[in-house]
DNA sequence: TTTGTAACGCAACTATGTTGCGTTACTATT
DNA sequence: AATAGTAACGCAACATAGTTGCGTTACAAA
């Protein structure tokens, strides 16, 4: 495990996803860090952040890729909880709780697992439109 | 429902799936096609598929995007089936038996699901690389 | 055969992510 | 405090995936 640095960027990037409570993409991030760096380098340290546990990475059934920051204090972990992704306002938010159950056929190894969910959440099924 | 036509371009993008096992990116359709028509056709005529639940998409965990024909006979229908997604040879694959349970809050309405499994394919195991 | 329009080709564009390389700045060691 | 190794950075250039507009073609119903 080679040695992350802590940098201006970097802290600049842990301060937003510490203050979003739903998932962040690239684009979201960079329009909140005020210029701080250049877009490719928040591109590698969201690359870091991944490899180093403190973030994991989203995709959406759009393809839209998403951002969130571990709730976990394990060094190794995987990420089998579920995903919900809001058709209306588009936040893509942790269901730490929910966690799927199946039976795969005993010829496969699985390394990892990715479910997402979507439909309208809490918010947007209030506000009934 | 609008009409949808019969043309030679999409005829041949059914064979091809037709012919597949496995699920197909744009672009593996695309080297299938032997130019019968330009890329852009190709992305009109599978967002006309997947309307007419002929085919469904599938995203992968690192953001590729497959499609696979639906084996199903019926008009409406939700693929809440899993698929796996091989690190070795990159095929992924409609696992049609295999389907998640999950326990989610009442405050959410779920209309889709998205639940992918990523590891090693029973070919790739046997070949134990 | 006519006719309305779904589907098409082509060019241009956008969005997202990657790579190479010379420079900067973080951190451990002296 | 000064030194040094290298992680991290900026910038430019590139790559890939998907979208849009518009004039033209060809499918299928009448
Ligand atoms: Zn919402
Ligand atoms: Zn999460
Ligand atoms: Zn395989
Ligand atoms: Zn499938």
Sequence with gaps: MKITRKTVAK???LEIFGKSKTALSH???QSQMNNVCDRVTIYRILDRLVNDDIIHKIVNLDGTVKYAKCNHAHRV????HAHFSCENCH??????NVKPSYIIPHNYKVN???FTLSGL????????N
Excluded: F, Q, Y
Aim: hydrophobic share 30%; aromatic share 0%; net charge negative.
């Design 11 to 13: 802290s600049a990037v």
């Design 27 to 29: 684009t979201e991030i």
């Design 77 to 80: 972990h995987i990420h089998n």
């Design 91 to 96: 936040e893509i938010t942790c269901l730490e």
């Design 112 to 114: 990892d697992i990715n």
């Design 121 to 128: 959440c809490p918010n947007c099924l209030n506000s009934n």
